[in-house]
């Protein structure tokens, strides 16, 4: 509210920028933009086995991305940036929907839901992945246990953890 309507459009798009940069370094898809948010999808329409660390190492390096653009923003004066992600990994229906006037390719379904909420009850600056992305890079990242939360359209908590780092892999030489 800050903002003059020249200064909106500035900041998204160097943050829009900088989130489709990162997105497509770590293999993943550009879905849509919400507001002031994105969506992006790893995994789909090409599948990695490892999809959900593609995910977590770009929402690291988001956050870093938006550190550093809110740390340029602040040394000019302007006001800083900060955002919340959240990381969810499970089936969802992939595909092209809409009408003859207008197609896009997305994901739906309980899972992409879950993901948005986490979103939703991310603080800035924090990224929060569910149980089910934890138990495929569990061996590669290092989170902090939130324990349930509660989350809108849900009934039970949603098991989530703080995304903290990656751990550094292990060592594979020879003794």
Known sequence: ERLSPEQVVSLLNDYYTLMIELTFKHDGTLDKFL????MAIYGAPIFYPDHALHACRAALAMQSGVERLSATRVAEGKEPIVIGI???AGEVVAGTVGTEERMEYTVIGDNVNVASRLTSN???GQILISRRTLGLVRDAVDVRSLGGIL???KDDEVEA???VGLRAPASGGKK
């Open 151 to 153: 989350v809108k359209g």
């Open 161 to 163: 953890y703080e995304l």
């Open 35 to 38: 507001g002031e948010g994105v």
């Open 86 to 88: 959240g990381v969810n």
């Open 122 to 124: 991310a603080k800035p």
